[in-house]
């Protein structure tokens, strides 16, 4: 159907790393692109794409700021966004619940309390 998005897990789109001949695809803000066509013409250079080539290089991306001109190449480059339980806000969300699954409560209250300790020593 026209319309539809395909939806990639971090792990397929960290397959697409440009290495072996795989194409190179990057995450930005749970959108996935692919840039292999595009590395050439990088105002930047190739190289700075690379750095993230297979992953999530939002935070770089949004730290360097990028035109309007960039912004429209790059949904013309879409491929697809992640998979819900891939996208930024449930990475942190899981990662904060692997965290709690790993400790017990017992051992979460203990570094809580020593962290504490370190702030009122530390200042």
Request: glycine share 8%; charged share 35%; net charge neutral.
């Amino acid at each position: 159907m026209p319309g539809e998005v395909t939806e990639y897990t971090l792990a397929e789109v960290s397959l697409r790393n440009g290495k072996a001949g795989n194409p190179t695809w990057i995450v930005i803000r749970d959108v996935v692109y692919d840039v292999t066509k595009y590395m050439e013409d990088h105002p930047g250079g190739s190289e700075l794409i690379t750095e993230w080539a297979g992953k999530d290089g939002t935070k770089d991306f949004d730290d360097f700021g990028h035109s309007s001109d960039a912004m429209r190449i790059l949904k013309t480059l879409q491929v697809g966004v992640l998979e819900e339980s891939d996208r930024a806000k449930n990475r942190v969300a899981g990662a904060q619940k692997k965290i709690t699954e790993d400790f017990s409560q017992e051992e979460l209250m203990k570094k809580k309390r020593s962290k504490r300790r370190m702030f009122i020593l530390c200042g």
